[in-house]
């Protein structure tokens, strides 16, 4: 607790919202940020975790997962992806501000606890990138959220087993059906015994249609996996 008082006066912390201190519960947010932070709550789709709007049924299923069942058996995401939110996940994946994946961390803990606490997870693996874009990169920011939240909860071991076999265009402007068009068969598996009869949960940063989460999930099941949960910071 000293070094940390002693780093703050040295190296102020500052709120990656605001621009103000950071608080001490946190690391790069400060308490306001923290509290304009919009937490998904019910309702939202069973499966995917999409939030909607209104009253509805625990029971919901939303459009898209009537139309295309997602292999993964269930997803689900802390927090809206906007905001303040959206504008440090943007620098924490592309602008090298690694420093946030310790709160972001704290974020993916909260919700494991909410969500899949009573689960029993063999492995826990994330969302690769093609090798260009992670040397370019210098790091991969769904990693680097596995090995922090792995770290939280005392285990599961974190597996580099999933890989990304091609580039693919951003997926920003993209319809659902299109999304899915582009990340078909992106991904492989590294070792299929080790994913074989196992329960994996899957991290990434941002969902937004589930496309990228559902490849990977179903090249698990292809390779034997016995469940596969998603879990994301934010949902866009």
Known sequence: MLLNALADLLFPRACSGCGGPAHEASLYFCWDCLASLDVIRQ???????????GALEGNYLCAACLSHTPAFDQARSALRYRGILQNALQNFKYNGATWLSRDFSMFLAACHQAHYADLSI????YVPLFPAKERERSYNQAGLLAHELSARLGGPPVKRLLVKLRPTPTQTHLTAGDRRANVNDTFAIRKEKAVAGRRVLLIDDVMTTGATVDECARMLKEAGADKVYVLTVARG
């Open 43 to 53: 309702p939202f789709c069973r499966l995917c975790g999409d939030p909607a709007d």
């Open 122 to 125: 063999d492995l826990l693996l």
